[in-house]
């Protein structure tokens, strides 16, 4: 799952400092590129910085640059995200310039990956840091001011799992819960394996813990997060752990929701689905990649599964879940893609139905095998991915469509835009993830964010719903909190 996933409040580290709580060690503020995962290790990198005495910005703080200390948490999933991080990083230089004594650190998985490069070409970064020392953080930057030299540290090695770590969540209401880090699979486009690792799962008891206490807290959402979540047990011979950790967060009192991402569908088990279809508070929402519809890109990718399988596994879903909203990835131009492949895909998008699809154009990554192999000319790349949008986009329209005349039931995580004012309208999202913006009809209660609302949908939008209810004309408004 990757950032284009979420809304800017989900994807951002947003819940700022207090503007009376001074500056500590050092006003901080921290910016996310890539995938959920990424935006719980920020949380972390957050916490840990805030037990070391530093203060979280306020967005006032943010938007005058009024900082002491500025983090990028990197992607390498994609060569776009490491041109944004260079690009950034160009930036921050000039307000340092501006702003003598503040200081830059590069986490992530490109710090992990390629810290030496970043090392040579940004030399005003004070510290350099990976996906598996976010711990050391605040010593860097000590000894960075103490030394005037930048100062990296990039463990091979998981010694402490990010979630052991102090917090500081971006959303009281919503939360993230890591159940396992790394990846087993050898996908030979993905360099994953080499950023995270090997996969390594936490104890059931302590996710639970963990999703126990975020509950008391507030929160009345959680996503599960790993690169696969699906997998999980499988190092210790458990291989329905997962489906015995979602319906033990059926038993989680004041837990209304509950997500899952990614999961992996050579590993989407029967006992899932039935975890999935039986624990009331487990969404039906999936997002599950497919990356090609061509069994012949499939075995060059590594995918140990088959188009024909993929789809079975969705007839099963279904047939559980018939309201399953169920999204995808799919790489274009993967190395020697033909035409014949791309149309495979193109069948398996119409036959899948999904509700929506994260389409991307090859990177190649150096360091994976998929780097070295004849590459799809990018033209030709970019018309194949052109001609799938509009599909996934036609498709998208028509399962949005079907969603008009019905009641939804959204928990609510804002306001719906700066014309808020003029529309009354909040945002979120319902039950099987879909975003919907909602109408409060005059006279009936505003909700506060957490609060969820049951509305009937009156359009769909390209990407959303409008739910704007007339009572009078007999549709529903009502709040629960």
Not at 123 to 128: E, G, L, N, T
Not at 241 to 247: M, V
Not at 255 to 274: G, M, Q, W
Not at 334 to 354: C, I, K, M, S, W
């Amino acid at each position: 799952m990757n950032e284009e996933m979420m809304t800017e409040e989900e994807r951002a580290l947003a819940t700022g400092g207090d503007e009376g709580a001074g500056r500590g060690r050092g006003v901080f503020a921290v910016h996310t590129l890539g995938c959920q995962m990424n935006v719980h290790d920020s949380e972390r990198i957050a916490g840990v910085l805030e037990a070391a005495g530093y203060v979280c910005a306020s967005q006032a703080q943010e938007e005058a640059h009024d900082l002491d200390l500025i983090v990028m948490n990197t992607c390498a999933v994609r060569e776009n995200a490491a041109e944004r991080m260079y690009g950034t990083i160009g930036l921050w230089a000039k307000m340092k310039r501006e702003r003598p004594g503040m200081q830059i650190a590069i986490g992530g998985c490109m710090a992990q990956l390629d810290r030496e490069r970043i090392a040579r070409r940004t030399p005003w970064v004070d510290a350099v840091f990976g996906t598996r020392n976010i711990e050391d953080l605040p010593t860097l930057l000590e000894r960075a001011k103490a030394t005037g030299k930048p100062q990296t540290k990039v463990n091979e090695r998981l010694e402490v799992f990010p979630s052991e770590l102090p917090v500081h969540r971006a959303s009281k209401t919503s939360a993230w819960v890591a159940i396992s880090v790394g990846c087993n699979n050898t996908c030979t486009f993905c360099i994953v394996p080499t950023t995270r690792g090997r996969e390594r799962d936490r104890r059931p008891g302590d996710v639970l813990d963990e999703i126990r206490a975020v509950v008391a807290d507030g929160a009345k959402e959680v996503t599960l997060l790993g690169q696969n979540v699906n997998s999980y047990g499988y190092g210790i011979g458990d291989r329905y752990a997962f489906s015995k950790l979602l319906r033990a967060c059926g038993d989680i009192e004041g837990l209304e929701r509950v997500r899952f991402t990614s999961p992996h569908p050579a590993a989407f088990t029967d006992d899932v689905i039935a975890a999935m279809a039986e624990t009331p508070n487990v969404m039906h929402q999936l997002h599950f990649p497919l990356q090609s519809g061509s069994d012949r890109i499939l075995r060059a990718m590594r995918r140990s599964y088959r188009s024909e399988r993929f789809l079975s596994i969705l007839d099963k879903i279904r047939a559980a879940m018939p309201d399953a909203q169920i999204s995808t990835d799919i790489i274009v131009g993967f190395p020697g893609e033909t035409e014949e492949d791309f149309r495979d895909t193109l069948r398996v998008v119409e036959q899948a139905r999904f509700s929506s699809a994260f389409t991307f154009i090859y990177s190649p990554r150096p360091g994976t095998p998929a780097a070295s192999m004849e590459q799809v000319p990018h033209e030709v790349s970019r018309e194949r991915i052109e001609r799938l949008l509009a599909l996934q986009e036609r498709i998208t329209a028509e399962n949005l469509r079907g969603f008009e005349g019905r009641d939804v039931e959204v928990m609510v995580t804002g306001r719906a835009g700066k014309k808020d004012g003029e529309t009354h309208r909040v945002t979120g999202r319902e039950r099987t993830g879909v975003l919907v913006h909602v109408g409060v009809p005059e006279g009936e209660p505003m909700p506060e964010v957490g609060d969820f609302v049951t509305a009937t949908v009156t359009h769909a939008g390209v990407h959303n719903l409008i739910a704007d209810p007339d009572i009078a004309a007999g549709q529903t408004y009502m709040v629960r909190r």
